[in-house]
């Protein structure tokens, strides 16, 4: 307002009004106020200052810590301090000469970077229970039990009278036992290497070894002696006294694994899905293949 | 006093006899006296485990053309079929559990040339290592921290994430145990001498690893494990390869070079509860040289000789020494640096966890199948053109010295992270050489010798006794301890030939070594004027690579009271057990290639598994 009326005053000179109308003078105060904007900006975001905030400060402690697993000593956090300095102070010299621009590493890692970001913005949404049992249900395979045993066994070991008196005395005693499976017959000491009363074909096999015992095992007959099996440590007769059918491993059991499954096959579609929106908003112009085919003709 | 042990062995054997056993509850067959409460030590099983192997997430494994990501390598380790190289690949029985222990330093930076479009692969560093292939294998700590592309590729392929990622996913309790793990590749004063540690987390997610680049010095490791477990992680380190350390590991010495002292002595056993007794670069038990009384020393030695050496060192890099040196410092200082039990590993780089003769694997596994053929197999055996010096002036291992795998065994409640890894703590862990033997020792006074007759041995002895890995408590009036030992054989391996103890003695300013024949197959008996025995046999047919299970036994066990006590003396014990004689693994890829056998090593061994020591200190 008051610029305005001192200009109606000075207009009144004819000099004043062509100097006024001078395009240098619209220059000059154009100059300067770009100037002024400039500098005013400057004074905020400075290429030249470089401001360490609280948090800066903080970030670096936290970013020792989780590397050496102790706070830094107050001479530490100005050591860091000052490396942070001296790393933004490079940093801006690079930008400055352009050494980001043709770099591999620094295009890679932009890239990377924009990878992760896709990738994290797609992370796919908690399923809901009708999801994960319609996953459950579309991959019973890898939620199969083995069948579960309860069984009790004779050993003979070979140590004391080898081999063929060790089998001998396991089939007189499966002879004694077929006409009552819980008479009194005794075999050698076998220890304790069992971790439940309950097995499968496959803990067997972690306990007896990889021989002819476990296989029989799983075929077995509920409630009669049979044998005599070879075990890695000697002979064997076997009562089965249930069986419990494996099947596919109920619902509320896998479910924490039917979660991950389904989540870890969820994310990897996503992550294709993402980016094949990436690439949707470009034209990939293959050069190299036409001339490739071209000289395959 | 040995006849009176020997005749023990065999009480206890013919005690042992009756008895009927089962898999569901026992039916009553006769009164007996009121067995100790069962508690959950007395049902501790035995679990087998990897507690050392590499992926292409280790440098050096990557430059031996490894592709093995550990994610695969704990689905080979839990049975699951896996493609290496298009083979299908299969493990003869699933492990327990099992930690990948991928080199912290530059973890990932090779790896990330293997991914399509990686930023390291565009790098002149990365096109040059891709070059250089097995030979970037020797570039020194130096060249490697000099070339910030490789440290910019470590940290691209999140390597850590991945690692602890892989852990987790595959920890199935009750099933496979696994434990996310690195190792700490420290060099010693030799270039290229191992101080190597492996670190073990207890839990799901674990601070970054500490790498040589932050410290050469054991004395940081522990910083660094003693600041996780104020965090709430526990944390455990365990160092290997005493036999390649040039005398180091188990030197009198601190990192500064003064003589240690009780704080450091304190520290290294509470960090280091454990060490890896056999792997594929060798076993570190001891050697002919240091235990010459001991016929059976010579096994699995690798001789590797550093720059200008002819003759390795031998002191300072065994354990036997490094049990009789811990006792000499505890003398001196208060505490025993060496106070640590045993755990084996195979080392191997190719991210497959094997531990069969059959299945050897080793460094220099041919990737495109399990077992090593052609020119492979002549490499392997150590018949291929001499590789020339490494740039530190030591020359290549004789390949054929390499070991098969070993592995870890621990008496455990439940396999699952808080139980096995409490185990490890308490040090209630055996070694084997590769073959699944169960081993337990209990120290006690009052054990009766008939003990392992009993049904319920095992809840006697921890009820009246310590297992493996621990203090005899003190005695109520001065006689001499007992031991019960037990072992039972591979179910898919070869028969037992004996146990041993070995016991080590504070004498002076040094210490006395003795190995007893406790528990023998057959019906042989010690020698009382030689104090030996001979031998179990050899049924290995050397045309066809096999053996026959005709000689030895499947279990041995007995209590053994020591002949030689002197209350006055600290003294530690530890069970050795040996297996028959079975062909080395040279010796099946060598007849199955039509290649001769070497001289250097023999063509049959006996496998054997080590017990955690148990000690004695006199009161006062």
Known sequence: MRIGSQLRTLSASPTLRRFLAEPLLHFAVLALAIFLANSAWREAHDGRRIVVTAADAEGLVRKYQTQFGVAPTPAQVKALVQAHIEEEALFREGLALGLDKGDEIVRRRVAQKAEFLQQDL??????????????????????????????????????????AAARQRAESALARLAGDPEALVTGD???????????????????????????????????????????????????????????VRPFTTVREQVRADALRDAQNRANARSMAKVLSRYVIVRDDEGDAMGARR | MRRLSARLVLLATLAAMPGLVQSAPAPVTAPKPTPPAPSAASARQAYFGEMHLH???????????????????????????????????????????????????????????????SLFSQTVVGKQMLALGRRAFELSPNQKREMPELADAAAASRAWEVQVKAANDHYQPGRFTTFIAYEWTAGGKTPGAHLHRNVFFNGDHAPVPFTSADSNRPE??????????????????????????????????????????????????????????????????????????????????????????????????????????????????????????????????????????????????????MLPKGEAAKRTLGMGPKAPLRPTGQPEDDPVTHSSAGLTGV????????????????????ATSGERIRVRMFGGWNFDPKLMASKDWVATAYATGVPMGSDLPAAAKAKAPRFAVWAMKDPDGANLDRIQIIKLSLEGDGYKERVFDVALSGNRKVNPKTGKTSAVGNTVDLKTGTYANSIGASQLATVWQDPE?????????????????????????????????????????????????IWFKPQG
């Open chain 2, 55 to 117: 992926t292409t997430m280790s440098f050096d494994a990557w430059t031996g053309g490894t592709k093995t990501m550990p994610d695969t390598a704990y689905r080979f380790a839990k049975g699951e079929a896996v493609t290496i190289n298009g083979v299908q690949a299969r493990r003869a029985w699933p492990l327990d559990f099992m930690a990948v222990t991928d080199h912290s330093e530059f973890m990932g930076a090779l790896s990330e040339l293997d991914r399509t479009g």
């Open chain 2, 411 to 430: 008496w455990a409640e439940a396999n699952s992270r808080p139980s096995i890894f409490a185990a490890l703590q308490r040090k209630e862990t055996f």
């Open chain 1, 122 to 163: 797609s992370v796919p949404p908690e399923p809901s229970e009708a999801a994960l049992k319609a996953y459950y249900d579309a991959h019973h395979a890898a939620y199969a039990a083995e069948d579960r045993m309860a069984f009790r066994h004779l050993f003979f070991s070979p140590d004391l009278d080898g081999e």
């Open chain 2, 565 to 613: 006590f002197n209350p006055a003396k600290p003294a530690v014990y530890y069970a050795r057990v040996l297996e028959i004689p079975t062909p080395r693994w040279s010796t099946l890829l060598a007849l199955r290639n039509n290649l001769p056998f070497r001289d250097s090593v023999p063509a049959t061994i006996q496998e054997r598994a080590w017990s955690s020591p």
């Open chain 2, 220 to 369: 940081d490791l522990w910083t660094y494990l003693e600041n996780v477990r104020k965090q709430g992680i526990g944390v455990i380190a365990v160092s290997h390869n005493a036999n390649l350390s040039n005398g180091q590991v188990f030197d009198w010495y601190m990192s500064d070079g003064k003589p240690m002292d009780r704080i450091y002595a304190q520290r290294r056993a509470l960090n280091e509860p454990l060490f890896e007794i056999v792997q594929n670069k060798g076993s570190s038990d001891t050697r002919p040289e240091l235990s010459p009384n001991d016929e059976f020393a010579n096994f699995e030695i690798v001789e590797r000789l550093y720059k200008d050496q002819t003759k390795a060192a031998t002191h300072g890099s065994f354990v036997r020494e490094a049990f009789g040196r811990g006792m000499v410092v505890e003398s001196k200082v208060g505490a025993n640096p060496f106070k640590f039990g045993l755990i084996g590993a195979s080392d191997f780089h190719n991210g497959l966890s094997t531990s069969r003769e059959n299945a050897f694997a080793g460094t220099g596994i041919d990737p495109d199948t």
């Open chain 1, 189 to 247: 000491p076998f220890p304790d290497i069992s971790p439940s009363a309950l097995s499968g074909v496959s803990e067997a096999v972690r306990v007896f070894g990889d021989s002819e015992l476990p296989r029989k095992l799983g075929a077995a007959p509920v409630g009669r002696w049979v044998g005599p099996f070879r075990s890695g440590y000697g002979w064997h007769l076997v009562l089965v006294r249930s069986r419990q059918a494996g099947g």
